[in-house]
């Protein structure tokens, strides 16, 4: 019994011995070393990655350089990486992850532990052609004198050549167009047209009419100085019955000069202006429009706003100038042109308005023996026009659908006698102001 009950035993043991037997576990195929790849780098700070997107990737080691302060240790928060100007540091053409802008106190490149080449993209402010340094520095500068030459016309958030707004309560003035200039720097297109009737006792016309069709135009430099063109148009005269002369269209003379406003106080509501006009015969002489050489007219422009109040506001304007010849054939004048308007309810809407012109006569011409001239209409160049004066006045309206668009009406009426040229003169104008 004993050796039965002892190979049973032995024959539950060997069988539990197989059942608990397992297979030992293997790491598969051995490598060598040189396939694990580079061990990546531990240091306090992570470059861009050599792919096609630059991205925050590994750490990589960082020595900072003489002269630089120390990058702080990693991590930190990164800013986003600007586009920096080209520099020494900063160098052009294709970038590598050495040459990748990391932030430093002068924008100074940190070394890297790889070379390869990084396709450039938004994080680089440079053209992937390689671009010398001497071709990218003289566009640069180029570009740069570009830019000062616009900031010369624009300054103060005004755009090149606009119409200095400063003060666009004003209306500009509507008789005696040609000399009667508003003082502020403007850029605009002024169409005219008037109506003159001669009087009927004129010994050399015996009454008719004379035209005006034409424009003026400014350009805005600067708040300061503009160029003004004052008169470029043509003009008609029909004598009257049995006058001996007859009717006659030619081109008008031709005024234009430069403009400098010296005072513009926009709280006060002052402004002031000195220029001068040429004015160039080109003209025909049927149409009194070729005498002489030319004429210099100097002049002074001021413009006041006063007498604010709900209802609205009062605003003066007065030009005070000289006109005197380069030869004998033309004639002398001093000239003043007032202007006082109101401003309805401060709208810069409706203006009506009054205006007062005078001319003095200082020096009688020598081009044509008669005792007539015609102010701003022509310079006859007549011989017996010495120390005499003309007086008008003109009640007119100025209506502005916006400040770019104004529409202007006067009719002017002489003061004094002789009344030459002008018994009744009825003016129109419209303006387009940038």
């Given at each position: 019994?004993?050796?039965?009950?002892?190979?049973?035993?032995?024959?539950?043991?060997?069988?539990?011995?197989?059942?608990?037997?397992?297979?030992?576990?293997?790491?598969?195929?051995?490598?060598?070393?040189?396939?694990?790849?580079?061990?990546?780098?531990?240091?306090?700070?992570?470059?861009?990655?050599?792919?096609?997107?630059?991205?925050?990737?590994?750490?990589?080691?960082?020595?900072?350089?003489?002269?630089?302060?120390?990058?702080?240790?990693?991590?930190?928060?990164?800013?986003?990486?600007?586009?920096?100007?080209?520099?020494?540091?900063?160098?052009?053409?294709?970038?590598?992850?050495?040459?990748?802008?990391?932030?430093?106190?002068?924008?100074?490149?940190?070394?890297?532990?790889?070379?390869?080449?990084?396709?450039?993209?938004?994080?680089?402010?440079?053209?992937?052609?390689?671009?010398?340094?001497?071709?990218?520095?003289?566009?640069e500068r180029a570009s740069d004198c570009c830019e000062w030459f616009k900031g010369c016309f624009a300054r103060d958030g005004r755009n090149a050549f606009e119409s200095d707004h400063s003060m666009d309560s004003?209306?500009?003035?509507?008789?005696?167009?040609?000399?009667?200039?508003?003082?502020?720097?403007?850029?605009?297109?002024?169409?005219?047209?008037?109506?003159?009737?001669?009087?009927?006792?004129?010994?050399?016309?015996?009454?008719?009419?004379?035209?005006?069709?034409?424009?003026?135009?400014?350009?805005?430099?600067?708040?300061?100085?503009?160029?003004?063109?004052?008169?470029?148009?043509?003009?008609?005269?029909?004598?009257?019955?049995?006058?001996?002369?007859?009717?006659?269209?030619?081109?008008?003379?031709?005024?234009?000069?430069?403009?400098?406003?010296?005072?513009?106080?926009?709280?006060?509501?002052?402004?002031?202006?000195?220029?001068?006009?040429?004015?160039?015969?080109?003209?025909?002489?049927?149409?009194?429009?070729?005498?002489?050489?030319?004429?210099?007219?100097?002049?002074?422009?001021?413009?006041?706003?006063?007498?604010?109040?709900?209802?609205?506001?009062?605003?003066?304007?007065?030009?005070?100038?000289?006109?005197?010849?380069?030869?004998?054939?033309?004639?002398?004048?001093?000239?003043?042109?007032?202007?006082?308007?109101?401003?309805?309810?401060?709208?810069?809407?409706?203006?009506?308005?009054?205006?007062?012109?005078?001319?003095?006569?200082?020096?009688?011409?020598?081009?044509?023996?008669?005792?007539?001239?015609?102010?701003?209409?022509?310079?006859?160049?007549?011989?017996?026009?010495?120390?005499?004066?003309?007086?008008?006045?003109?009640?007119?309206?100025?209506?502005?659908?916006?400040?770019?668009?104004?529409?202007?009406?006067?009719?002017?009426?002489?003061?004094?006698?002789?009344?030459?040229?002008?018994?009744?003169?009825?003016?129109?104008?419209?303006?387009?102001?940038?």
């Amino acid at each position: 019994m004993r050796r039965i009950a002892l190979t049973a035993w032995g024959v539950v043991v060997f069988t539990a011995t197989l059942a608990s037997a397992q297979v030992p576990a293997t790491l598969g195929t051995p490598i060598t070393a040189a396939q694990l790849g580079k061990p990546v780098a531990v240091a306090g700070r992570v470059r861009g990655q050599a792919d096609d997107t630059p991205t925050l990737g590994v750490p990589e080691p960082y020595t900072p350089q003489a002269g630089y302060a120390p990058y702080p240790q990693y991590p930190y928060a990164y800013p986003p990486v600007p586009n920096y100007p080209a520099s020494s540091h900063y160098p052009q053409g294709q970038l590598t992850s050495q040459s990748m802008p990391y932030p430093s106190y002068d924008y100074a490149p940190a070394p890297s532990t790889r070379g390869e080449a990084v396709r450039r993209t938004s994080f680089s402010s440079r053209s992937a052609t390689n671009e010398s340094r001497f071709g990218c520095g003289v566009k640069e500068r180029a570009s740069d004198c570009c830019e000062w030459f616009k900031g010369c016309f624009a300054r103060d958030g005004r755009n090149a050549f606009e119409s200095d707004h400063s003060m666009d309560s004003f209306s500009s003035p509507i008789t005696n167009p040609f000399l009667f200039e508003d003082p502020r720097s403007l850029t605009e297109v002024r169409p005219i047209f008037f109506y003159q009737n001669i009087p009927g006792n004129n010994p050399v016309f015996n009454g008719g009419t004379a035209y005006f069709y034409g424009t003026q135009a400014r350009v805005a430099l600067t708040d300061h100085w503009s160029v003004t063109l004052n008169k470029l148009g043509g003009v008609t005269i029909n004598p009257g019955d049995g006058s001996g002369l007859g009717d006659a269209s030619g081109l008008a003379e031709l005024h234009l000069g430069p403009k400098f406003t010296f005072l513009r106080n926009c709280e006060a509501g002052t402004a002031a202006a000195v220029g001068m006009i040429f004015q160039i015969p080109v003209g025909p002489s049927k149409v009194f429009q070729d005498t002489g050489s030319f004429s210099l007219v100097p002049y002074v422009s001021v413009a006041q706003s006063f007498g604010r109040s709900s209802y609205g506001t009062f605003n003066f304007m007065d030009t005070l100038g000289y006109s005197f010849r380069v030869d004998d054939e033309r004639s002398d004048f001093l000239y003043n042109s007032a202007h006082i308007d109101y401003d309805v309810a401060n709208l810069h809407k409706f203006y009506p308005m009054l205006e007062l012109n005078w001319f003095h006569y200082t020096r009688a011409g020598n081009s044509r023996p008669i005792d007539q001239e015609g102010r701003d209409f022509a310079n006859i160049g007549g011989t017996g026009v010495g120390s005499r004066d003309y007086i008008t006045i003109a009640p007119g309206f100025r209506y502005k659908f916006t400040e770019g668009i104004q529409a202007g009406i006067a009719a002017e009426f002489p003061l004094t006698n002789p009344r030459d040229l002008q018994d009744f003169r009825l003016l129109f104008d419209v303006i387009f102001r940038y």
